[in-house]
Structure formats: structure tokens, C-alpha cells
């Protein structure tokens, strides 16, 4: 798809001087969203650092509308603000922005139960792989072997498959995304909305503050997480999967960059053992292989 | 308490619009609430939520215009959105960027995704003693 970036709106929803960290990832995907959105865009955000991003009476740090909520009732909250707008007429678009914690493991049923009544809203799951508002705590969603406060010797689980368990829900678009990406991710919340019904994005959001790395370095570990094939970019349209660029020249293992540029720039791995990372490694390599059988199944690979 | 700006400042605010007393951001500015000027704490969209955050910076993003060929990179990842595309201002009449200090938090994103280096961070220390 031709992406032009200098035909995006040049108006700023986020406002410069705002309360989040530098290197923000979540100020950097709100961005995309007003970029894609525009005037159309309400925002449901539960407890989360986008809750800190807002700022202080008596200036905001976005210029979308904003209804806060508590963790557990993002989805529910959203599904009854969508019905209202719809019933007064109006075709605003609302989107829950939601931290990886109130997504996978606070707000798991608001959300299954929103998609399972199809209720017409964006769902995006800003995954920083950690409670990072909170002081960087161990979520359902922090990858095998990471280190949290609350995991000194890394992580022991796995990362929950989540936009699967979303898809499982037989909801009309179900995808992927990045912040390293833009184009993908604009694309994919510009086709979200023009779809009635539920609509989830999971987006890959890499937090310097939890992660231990540089802040400028944002972007550039977004890019290599997808290149090294530890995130996947994909999306499931009507159920059908599709892998999109560059993830879909990455079915090969050989055309991956070593997993081990992906780690050696996060403090969070520091202490990763060789057995550590054979576990991580074997862990991408099974999420491939599901989705490679999808493919296969459905005669696309 | 004192009245707060204009007679016209004060009739947009009685229409829920805010407007700040003056260019300076400071607190005592904005957070005087008078009966009449504000029927309910509303927050209204502008820089400087969290006041100066150019003071959070320690390394300063320098933009080479020479250098710089206007591909919008940085304008596109910046976080804050700091970085203001100068059209047709550069030396070869291309599109520049430049970046807004007083909000710049100086992360370095767009040194990192600039594709011909043409931001370079350089060290606040640096520009202590020039001012």
C-alpha cells in the first residue's frame, strides 16, 4: 500500500510539553490513532500511563475526547458509549486505548464479553509487556525469561496469546501492529473503522523506562523486534489470516535477524542464560508454526 | 480575587473555551478560579500540560540543515510531536525540520531514524556556558 507521510494531517492532537516519559511509545501510537482518526476518535482509557499522559486540570496533553475509567470496565464502558452515539445519530468512532495489564489480565471479560455481543468499537491493547504505570510489575502479556519487579529472575510463564483469544471470538477484524510501523498501523485502524462491529488491535509498544534501554531507541527496537520475528504482524479479516509486510518475507527462519540483536539492547534480558534464550527462541518458533499452519490450512502458504 | 484577562478572554471562558491569560505558562496564571469565569473545571488541549519539559532534556537533538533532505521521518516518530517541518526553507529549497526547545524532551528517537544523520545529539552541558 502507498503510504505518502507528508499527506498525513499535519494538525497535532498530542500536545508537545505533555507528561509522558521520553521515548514514550504510547505518545508515538496515540499519535498514529489521531493521524488516522482525526476529529472522529473518542478515547475510553482505562487506569495506565495514558491516564498520566492526559496531564492536569487545567490543560490536557491530547486533544481527542476522553472518558477515564476503572481497569475492569474499559470494553463495557465503551460498548454503552458507542450504543449512545449510534442511537443520537453520530458516527464517532470509539477506541478503548488499553495498557497490556488492564487488556489481558484486568479487563479480559468486558472485553470477551464486547466481542462476543459485537458491540461497534476499536479495542487497542497497547503492549508494553509489563504494568508500567504502576512501577514495571510482571503482566500476562511479559515474555518468557524478562525481568520485572515483581520477577527478579525473569519471567517464568509465556506470553498469553492474546489477539488470538480475541479471534477465537469470530469478531470481524482482528490484527496486529507496531509503533515501528505506521503505515501498517494507520492502514489497519483506517480499515478497523470503516468495519462495523468489533474491531482489536494489538499494538507491539517498547517502553525504554521497563525494558532498560536508551529512549531513543524506541522505534529502532519496535522495527527489530517484527525483523527478528519475536512480533508478528498480522490480521484477520472475517477470519481469514493474513501476514503483512515485513512479516509476511519472514515465514522462513533463515530471512530473520538473529533474535540476540533484539535482547542485547534490553536491560530486561541482561541476565539471560544460553538455556533462557533456546526457551524464548523455541517460544517464537511455536507462535510461527501456528500461524504458518493457519496459512496453510486456509491454502494461502 | 483578581480578574483575569481581558473582558474577552473572560466572555470565551463563560463559553467553556480557556484561554490563557498571556504566553507564559505558569500555574498561578491559569489556576485562579473566579465565580462566574468557570461553571466547572474543564481541561482544554495545550502545550505545556506538564509545564516546560525542554528542562527534562540532556542531550539536544541539532538539526543539520545541509544535510537534512525534508523526508519527514522525524516529524512522523517524534513522541511529542516538537518537530516543526519548515517548508521549502532549507538551502536547497527542500522541506527542513526543526524542533521546538522549549518542549523537546530530547529522547533521540529522531537522531535514530533520521537515514542521513543529519540529527546529531549533542550534550546540554554544551550550551550552558553560551547563554
Known amino acids: ?301 | 480575587m483578581r480578574r483575569l484577562g481581558s473582558r474577552k478572554q473572560r466572555k470565551s471562558r463563560l463559553r467553556g473555551e480557556m484561554v490563557l491569560a498571556g504566553s507564559s505558562p505558569s500555574r498561578k496564571d491559569v489556576l485562579v478560579v473566579e465565580p462566574g469565569d468557570h461553571f466547572y473545571p474543564l481541561s482544554v488541549a495545550a502545550p505545556g500540560s506538564m509545564g516546560r519539559t525542554g528542562s527534562w532534556r540532556t542531550q539536544r537533538p541539532v538539526v543539520n540543515a545541509e544535510k537534512c533532505i525534508g523526508c519527514y521521518m522525524c516529524w512522523l516518530y517524534c513522541p511529542d510531536n516538537t518537530i516543526i517541518m519548515r517548508e521549502k526553507a532549507g538551502p536547497r529549497g527542500q522541506d527542513v525540520a526543526s524542533i521546538d526547545y522549549e518542549y523537546c524532551k530530547g529522547c533521540g528517537i529522531c537522531a535514530n531514524v533520521c537515514p542521513v544523520n543529519a540529527i546529531e545529539m549533542v550534550d546540554e552541558s554544551k550550551f550552558i556556558s553560551q547563554s
Not at chain 1, 125 to 136: F, K, L, Q, W
Not at chain 1, 155 to 184: E, F, M
Not at chain 1, 189 to 201: D, E
Request: net charge positive.
Open chain 1, 1 to 301: 500500500m502507498a503510504f505518502n507521510v507528508k499527506a498525513l494531517p499535519k494538525k497535532n492532537y498530542i500536545m508537545p510539553g505533555n507528561a509522558a516519559c521520553p521515548g514514550c511509545p504510547e505518545n508515538i501510537g496515540l499519535k498514529f490513532v489521531s493521524m488516522a482518526l482525526g476529529e472522529k476518535a473518542t478515547l475510553v482509557v482505562p487506569a495506565g500511563c495514558t491516564s498520566v499522559i492526559q496531564g492536569l486540570w487545567p490543560r490536557q496533553g491530547t486533544s481527542m475526547p476522553v472518558l477515564n475509567i476503572v481497569f475492569a470496565a474499559a470494553a463495557s464502558a465503551a460498548s454503552g458509549l458507542s450504543r449512545a452515539l449510534r442511537i443520537r445519530g453520530k458516527d464517532d468512532i470509539v477506541v478503548v486505548w488499553a495498557g497490556d495489564g488492564g487488556t489481558a489480565d484486568i479487563g479480559l471479560q468486558a472485553l470477551s464479553g464486547a466481542a462476543e455481543r459485537g458491540e461497534d468499537f476499536i479495542y487497542i491493547c497497547v503492549d508494553n509487556e509489563a504494568y508500567m504505570n504502576t512501577g514495571i510489575q510482571r503482566s500476562s502479556l511479559t515474555p518468557h525469561g524478562a525481568w520485572t519487579t515483581t520477577t527478579h529472575r525473569g519471567n517464568p510463564g509465556r506470553k498469553k496469546p492474546l489477539p488470538q483469544i480475541v479471534a477465537a471470538h469470530r469478531v470481524p477484524y482482528v490484527a496486529t501492529a507496531s509503533i515501528g510501523y505506521p503505515w501498517d498501523f494507520i492502514s489497519k485502524l483506517k480499515k478497523a473503522a470503516s468495519i462495523k462491529g468489533f474491531k482489536y488491535i494489538h499494538l507491539h509498544a517498547p517502553c525504554p523506562v521497563g525494558w532498560r534501554f536508551d529512549p531513543g531507541l524506541t522505534v529502532k527496537i519496535a522495527q527489530l523486534a517484527v525483523e527478528t520475528g519475536a512480533w508478528i504482524l498480522y490480521e484477520y479479516e472475517n477470519g481469514k489470516l493474513r501476514l503483512n509486510p515485513p512479516s509476511n518475507k519472514l515465514v522462513d527462519p533463515s530471512k530473520r535477524k538473529p533474535l540476540e540483536e533484539y535482547i542485547k539492547l534490553q536491560g530486561r534480558f541482561r541476565h539471560l542464560t544460553d538455556k533462557d534464550l533456546e526457551e524464548l527462541k523455541k517460544e517464537i518458533e511455536e507462535n510461527w508454526r501456528e500461524i504458518t499452519a493457519i496459512l496453510r490450512a486456509q491454502g494461502d502458504l
